[in-house]
């Protein structure tokens, strides 16, 4: 496992909650956290203005943002997050998983939202340091973690249409259960009639608008009784893309594996990479290519298509067990987990929480 050294580039003042949640509340707080509804004591700050650069980074309660509302971010939605995890070891330590590519990733965004890039020393220190500091806030409970929120927004008051020249960088964490909350082996996912990323688009990037967009057709899925939606290209109609904010993996019964290519309408999911790395290692065939839904109903419908699982940092891995949409409805296998998604997600999960050796260098112990 690899270890890390204090940012030396940019000093995080430590300013401690002067009354946290009391141990008792706390506790009850994450006795069952479910997703996203939680948070803890702290979080960190750190100030962007144009010829200054980064300053003022201040690890301190966790409070309200003051804007003013002219602020970029509420007009033009200059907004880029990160989503990751930190696991609790056998030890009793905190590790973090690949937090190298959550920095490279929201630096992507950065740039294809027109916004300053953070070091990756900072930005990984101060994930490191506020894990540090409200680790009590570790959820007992199975598949628990503290989900980790680095999001950056611009403050510049100014309704001119150019990039903002003053922006905050802030990460809060969330104690966290399981994603899906509908108790089913495997999800059922409906197709949608609306398009999430478009060439030339933001589909790559980790920004909130991607997310606001999909959020009519996924409680569209939500009311015909889904768990997810699935979404298809823009050009076509036809390949299939996204399942919601996961990527989608398609097993067959020759022992190859089809993910949607990368092509800059799909996020690049860091759990992708890491199940593409595990699967070449188990003598997998892996092909990143295009897999339309008629392909998908077809294969599934032959027996050839034997498993279907989405990835992602919030939900891990999920397998798909059906899929509707408006003129098709199929089940893929049995309609629930197959050996190979379950086999994945295992080799996965014990290298995050240290139970599995880590030849790739993944885990960083803090």
């Not at 939680?38 to 943002?65: C, S, Y």
């Amino acid at each position: 496992m690899a270890t890390l050294a204090d940012s030396s580039s940019l000093t995080i003042k430590r300013n401690p909650h002067p009354a946290p949640i009391a141990p008792d509340a706390r506790a009850a707080a994450i006795a069952s956290p479910g997703f996203g509804t939680v948070f803890t004591d702290h979080m960190v700050v750190v100030d962007w203005i144009e010829g200054k650069g980064w300053h003022n980074a201040v690890l301190g309660p966790r409070q309200a943002i003051a804007l003013d509302p002219a602020a970029a971010v509420l007009h033009y939605a200059q907004e880029i997050f990160e989503g990751m995890k930190a696991y609790r070891l056998a030890d009793g330590s905190m590790a973090l998983f690949r937090p190298d590519q959550n920095a490279k990733r929201f630096n992507d965004s950065a740039r294809r939202l027109a916004m300053p890039e953070v070091p990756e020393e900072l930005f990984v220190d101060a994930v490191r340091q506020l894990v540090n500091e409200d680790a009590d806030w570790f959820p007992q409970v199975e598949g628990g973690s503290l989900y980790i929120r680095p999001f950056m927004v611009a403050t510049e008051p100014f309704l001119g249409v150019r990039p903002a020249k003053q922006y905050k960088f802030i990460v809060i964490l969330s104690p966290a259960g399981n994603y899906f909350k509908s108790g089913a082996p495997a999800v059922s996912v409906w197709v949608s009639d609306y398009t999430r990323a478009a060439p030339g688009g933001t589909g790559a990037a980790k920004c909130g608008g991607n997310y606001a967009a999909s959020l009519v057709p996924t409680s569209e899925a939500f009311e015909k009784g889904h768990d997810q939606v699935v979404f298809l290209d823009a050009a076509e109609h036809r390949w299939i893309e996204e399942l919601g904010g996961m990527n989608l993996f398609f097993a067959f019964d020759d022992g190859s594996i089809i993910t949607p290519p990368l092509s800059g309408t799909i996020l690049p999911g860091i759990t992708r990479d890491s199940l593409l790395t595990l699967a070449r290692e188990e003598g997998l065939a892996v092909r990143e290519e295009k897999y339309s839904i008629d392909q998908w109903e077809a294969d599934a419908a032959s027996g050839k298509l034997v498993e279907c699982f989405a990835c992602g940092t919030a939900a891990v891995v999920t397998p798909v067990g059906s899929v509707a949409g408006r003129e098709r409805n199929f089940t893929i296998g049995s309609g629930g987990p197959g050996q190979l998604t379950g086999k994945l997600k295992a080799k996965l999960v014990d290298i995050q929480r240290g139970t599995a050796p880590d030849p790739h260098g993944w885990v960083l112990t803090i």
